[in-house]
Antibody, heavy 117, light 108 residues
């Protein structure tokens, strides 16, 4: 079955760019929408956005000015610029079948990113 | 923009039935998805669509809808059901994803 694995630096300096990768194994990226979702320590889930296998993107309005997603073969990338301590969170990638009425399954295990000066 | 809201915490006695609710305008005429998150783990899909369970999810977990409210129902609650539960929907028009704030379920 398809598995997702997030990877990237665990520590990012304030005002710099957070860069993460989600590697998809055991299945194709075609026909799906690949989402990034984050969870600040002790808080709820926050949707960041998605990218389709063909490169179509949609971002959360609250993060749109700082987010870029890209896709390359079996890897989905996330870049978040000008980070602050408020961007400290566990970042998850998750697969969605639809851009209008889907659900997230499966999820990666998540990767913790701490933003600090 | 519209939101979906959940009660922060709910408790249930072992073996009893509990309902976790999610309310919002975006739920009128559309379905919510539900995720279970145990401490230190990634969320797991437990209900999607009208009332569908992924493989491996026990049939004592179900979903229902009424107006602007979606419900996750757990019958004969077990200790393993103790977790945070999140509902998810999409904002009408924009289709931006919305998560509820989460409900912490305690099994007594």
């Amino acid at each position: 079955q398809v598995q997702l694995q997030e990877s990237g630096p665990g520590l990012v300096k304030t005002s710099e760019t957070l860069s993460l990768t989600c590697t998809v194994s055991g299945g194709s990226i075609r026909g799906y929408y690949w989402n990034w979702i984050r969870q600040a320590p002790g808080k709820g889930l926050e949707w960041i956005g998605y990218i389709s296998y063909s490169g179509t993107t949609k971002y959360s309005p609250s993060l749109e000015s700082r987010v870029t997603m890209s896709v390359d073969r079996a890897q989905i990338s996330l870049k978040l610029t000008s980070v602050t301590a408020a961007d400290t969170a566990v970042y998850y990638c998750a697969r969605d079948k639809s851009a209008v009425a889907g659900w997230f399954d499966p999820w990666g295990q998540g990767t913790l990113v701490t933003v600090s000066s | 923009s519209s939101e979906v809201t959940q009660d922060p915490a709910v408790s249930v006695a072992l073996g009893q039935t509990v309902r976790i609710t999610c309310q919002g305008d975006s739920l009128r005429g559309s379905y919510a998805s539900w995720y279970q998150q145990r401490p230190g783990q990634a969320p797991v899909l437990v209900i999607y669509g009208k009332n569908n369970r992924p493989s491996g999810i026990p049939d004592r977990i179900s979903g229902s809808y009424a107006g602007d409210t979606a419900s996750l129902i757990i019958t004969a609650a077990q200790a393993e059901d103790e977790a945070d539960y999140y509902c998810q929907s999409r904002e009408s028009g924009s289709n931006h994803v919305q998560f509820g704030g989460g409900t912490r379920l305690t099994v007594l």
